[in-house]
């Protein structure tokens, strides 16, 4: 793939998904017990898809945005966990029972049901993270350009592997997850074409759309599987984008590096910054493709409650920082000045347009 100042990628992806259950059905769901005056009489709601609240992902993410919302202005809340995709309607449904001004949704798998329910419900306000299918008045789809991001990421992989080989794989082949595979591979393939460089990338192929799986956003001892095989092949930086089954991925080469302190191994988390949300594993995290849900919920909330709703959806990129790396924390002595400044470079030729990463699950 040739990547002049113009470059080309293309894009799909998903994440994170986990299972609890119903708060209306279980126990009360929390609220802020500092709502006061106006705030009180307002509540904004949370409902996950079926990979919960601590996935140490994508739906914690989402809920920390509510939680923050909830800190910030002293509104009620309410949350619903997911343990299947039965409990979607139920668990909407029961936000509007509940009395919930704006019911954020987490997940394209929702689509269906926050659409109904939505269509049901004129006069609530909902937000769905993940999904731009819904056309309502009432529906502000929160969507990100992941790409960007995981362009970067590719790069300073391919920056800094010491065997020449780098790998991917996702949990299920959705737009919300080959999204960030593709993003990673082009800066790969970019960073080969700047130094002249032959890295190699295990687990994706952008132009046949084909890479290594684990079919499910759940089995731990999956991703462990993959990563050991990828560490085999000599891949040295992994990225999973599989929500949990990302801890996997940290198990393997926690325990790759024990026997191999010479050659230690290292991962690229995505959604969350990794070390936050695994500090257990900050000595083998590289960086995080961080998808900035939680500053998106807020904001929707925030604007939802001063009386500015917008169905106009709200789309994350490096420009508005929607999307972008986190911190090299452990890791920032060993990324030089020069890849650095490369880095930078990238994010204003991105922003700038002079390189394009198009995607068919890249937000139009």
């Not at 705030?39 to 996935?55: H, L, N």
């Not at 299947?84 to 394209?108: E, K, L, R």
């Not at 997850?177 to 192929?205: H, P, R, S």
């Not at 949990?244 to 790759?256: C, W």
Request: proline share 4%; hydrophobic share 35%.
């Amino acid at each position: 793939m040739a990547f002049s100042r113009k470059h080309v990628a293309s894009t799909g992806s998903i994440l994170g998904i986990s299972a609890l259950l119903l708060s209306a059905c279980g126990a009360a769901p929390e609220e802020s017990s500092s709502a006061s005056g106006e705030a009180a009489d307002y509540k904004g709601c949370v409902v996950s898809d079926f990979g919960g609240f601590q996935d140490k992902s994508f739906n914690q993410n989402s809920y920390k945005g509510l939680q923050d919302a909830v800190s910030e202005l002293g509104i009620d809340m309410a949350e619903a966990q997911s343990s299947s995709d039965t409990d979607y309607a139920p668990n909407v449904n029961g936000m509007i029972q509940q009395g919930c001004n704006i019911t954020v949704t987490v997940g394209f798998a929702l689509s269906d049901t926050t659409k109904e329910v939505a269509e049901a419900n004129p006069e609530s306000h909902f937000a769905i993270v993940d999904d731009n299918a819904i056309d309502l008045p009432n529906v502000r789809p929160i969507i990100f350009d992941t790409a960007q991001a995981a362009f970067q990421a590719g790069y300073l992989a391919a920056a800094q592997t010491k065997t020449g080989k780098v790998a991917t794989y996702g949990g299920a082949q959705y737009p919300t997850v080959t999204i960030f595979m593709d993003g990673f591979a082009q800066g790969v393939a970019y960073y080969n074409e700047q130094k002249d460089a032959n890295v190699e990338l295990l687990g994706w192929n952008v132009e046949s759309q084909s890479g290594t799986f684990t079919g499910d956003f759940e089995d731990a001892a999956k991703g462990k599987t993959n990563t050991q095989t990828f560490l085999d092949q000599g891949a040295d930086i992994i990225l999973p984008v599989a929500g949990p089954v990302g801890s996997g991925t940290l198990e393997a080469v926690k325990e790759y590096n024990a026997t191999n302190p010479e050659n230690p191994a290292s991962v690229v988390w995505v959604d969350s910054d990794g070390v936050e949300t695994n500090p257990n594993f900050s000595d083998i995290i590289l960086t995080s493709i961080m998808k900035k849900m939680d500053a998106a919920v807020t904001e929707t909330i925030k604007s939802d409650f001063e009386g500015n709703f917008t169905a106009e959806p709200y789309v994350g990129t490096l420009e508005n920082d929607g999307v972008g790396l986190s911190p090299f924390h452990d890791f920032d002595s060993a990324v030089s000045d020069e890849t650095k400044a490369e880095l930078d470079k990238i994010k204003e030729d991105i922003i700038a347009g002079t390189i394009t990463i198009e995607s068919e699950a890249s937000p139009k």
